[in-house]
Nanobody, 120 residues
């Protein structure tokens, strides 16, 4: 089992930056692909980006390309989302999601989310 805890959200002005962190506890962190999703008020949850154990990146919504970067540190059981040039439309709750597991597992875990508000 994996527990995910997101942090790093907050209020930021347009054009600013934030780095979100996803801390994973539990075993076999490197057997999971980790994704960042976000959900804005009144909208569906959408994929922002994902990263495999070996660092292969899955891109999500086009609106964040060139501004957001996902990375992971397997030694620390951490995944990060660096968000630059933030826009009001990036306002959402951001969730960390782990999928996979040992021996080709199909587990699916979610964190509780961290809120990002982009506003002047």
């Amino acid at each position: 089992q994996v527990q995910l805890v997101e942090s790093g959200g907050g209020l930021v002005q347009p054009g600013g930056s934030l780095r979100l962190s996803c801390a994973a506890s539990g075993s076999a962190f490197t057997t999971y692909t980790i994704y960042w999703y976000r959900q804005a008020p009144g909208k569906d949850r959408e994929l922002v980006a994902g990263i495999s154990k070996s660092g292969d990146v899955t891109n999500g919504v086009d609106s964040v390309k060139g501004r957001f970067t996902i990375s992971r540190d397997n030694g620390k059981n951490m995944v990060y989302l660096q968000m630059n040039s933030l826009k009001p439309e990036d306002t959402a709750v951001y969730f960390c999601n782990a999928r996979g597991g040992p021996r080709g597992g199909t587990a699916n875990y979610w964190g509780q989310g961290t809120r990002v508000t982009v506003s002047s």
